[in-house]
């Protein structure tokens, strides 16, 4: 079993920053990749990062692109999320999820929640005007 908690959530005023951080415990295996999703208020989960093993190969949803950073730490086995520029459209409860003994995975495959093993309970995040 592998555990995932993300921390770091929290109410933030429109152009702010947040990091959001998930953090791996448990059988993850040799290699694991790991995407971030968010769900607003009735809507749908969506796609918003993934991160390869390596961390050498990286996508983000459109939306998100130039404002938001995913970085991980193997050695601490965490991931972290650097949101900048938020604005009102960023407010979601944010999960990360992932997939064990994988070294990376295609752009298609990294935005769909089925292909993850494991997810995040969630961290609550809200951006006022």
């Known amino acids: 079993q592998v555990q995932l908690v993300e921390s770091g959530g929290g109410l933030v005023q429109t152009g702010g920053s947040l990091r959001l951080s998930c953090a791996a415990s448990?059988?993850?295996?040799?290699?694991?990749?790991v995407g971030w999703f968010r769900q607003a208020p009735g809507k749908e989960r969506e796609f918003v990062a993934y991160i390869s093993w390596s961390g050498a190969t990286t996508y983000y949803t459109d939306s998100v692109k130039g404002r938001f950073t995913i970085s991980r730490d193997n050695a601490k086995n965490t991931v972290d999320l650097q949101m900048n520029s938020l604005n009102s459209e960023d407010t979601a409860v944010y999960y990360c999820a992932l997939k064990t003994q994988t070294l990376r995975v295609s752009w298609a495959d990294s935005r769909r929640p089925q292909m993850y093993d494991y997810w995040g309970q969630g961290t609550q995040v809200t951006v006022s005007s």
């Open positions: 448990g059988r993850t295996g040799i290699s694991y990749v």
